[in-house]
């Protein structure tokens, strides 16, 4: 079986940072992209962040210039560095990816069970 371990959530006052890591662990022969997600009280999950294989990464409007999403694939790991943190930011944080595994040829999608994040003052 596949797991995603999230770690590194808190709480934090505004302007804050925080480093989130998620690490892939099981039998796993290869992971897609790896991203962040994040959920609010009373609203949807929200894509935060995405990082491909490659290095390639992409941001939702909000967070652009204050996190940034890194990998290290030897270690099937994905961080999250949160600058600037605001209140608006709070909410559980989730990490994904398409992970396929020795028991198949087929990507399927896993979810971390989730880390809190808490900005206020």
């Known amino acids: 079986q596949v797991q995603l371990v999230e770690s590194g959530g808190g709480f934090v006052q505004p302007g804050g940072s925080l480093r989130l890591s998620c690490a892939a662990s099981?039998?796993?022969?290869?992971?897609?992209?790896m991203g962040w997600y994040r959920q609010a009280p009373g609203k949807q999950r929200e894509s935060v962040a995405g990082?491909?294989?490659?290095?390639?990464?992409n941001y939702a409007d909000s967070v652009k210039g204050r996190f940034t999403i890194s990998r290290d694939s030897a270690k099937n790991t994905v961080y999250l560095q949160m600058n600037s943190l605001k209140p608006e930011d709070t909410g559980v944080y989730y990490c994904?990816?398409?992970?396929?595994?020795?028991?198949?040829?087929?990507?399927?999608?896993?979810w971390g069970q989730g880390t809190q994040v808490t900005v206020s003052s």
């Open positions: 099981g039998s796993i022969v290869s992971i897609g992209v």
């Open positions: 990082i491909t294989s490659g290095g390639t990464t």
């Open positions: 994904n990816a398409p992970i396929r595994t020795y028991y198949g040829s087929d990507y399927f999608a896993y």
